[in-house]
């Protein structure tokens, strides 16, 4: 079975930052991309960034480029998402996400955790 133990969501500040954990469990794929959704209240869903487990290929959306950092650990098993200078437009349900498909890893997740809830104040 796929798990996913998601932290790191809190309520923050305009300009103030958190980083994501997630550690993921039972992926049956030697090699995939990891990382993060997002949904807000009433929007859709929208690919954060993702990582290659194979050779750490990087993949970010163009409104948290140059804000946000993804890395991956493999001897923990974990991906991390460093997020500065939040905004209040990044307010959310994070959801870390494996995807099959490497290069498609910001528009389709195959397993999906339930999430961790940033919140940013204006």
């Known amino acids: 079975e796929v798990q996913f133990v998601e932290s790191g969501g809190d309520l923050v500040q305009t300009g103030g930052s958190l980083r994501l954990s997630c550690v993921a469990s039972?992926?049956?794929?030697?090699?995939?991309?990891i990382g993060w959704f997002r949904q807000a209240p009433g929007k859709v869903r929208e690919g954060v960034s993702c990582?290659?487990?194979?050779?750490?290929?990087?993949y970010y959306a163009d409104f948290v480029k140059g804000r946000f950092t993804i890395t991956y650990d493999s001897t923990k098993n974990t991906v991390y998402l460093q997020m500065n200078n939040l905004e209040p437009e990044d307010t959310a349900v994070y959801h870390c996400a494996v995807a099959e498909i490497i290069d498609m890893c910001l528009e389709v997740g195959d397993y999906w955790g339930q999430g961790t809830r940033v919140t940013v104040s204006s």
């Open positions: 990582i290659s487990t194979r050779d750490r290929t990087v």
């Open positions: 039972g992926i049956s794929f030697d090699h995939y991309a």
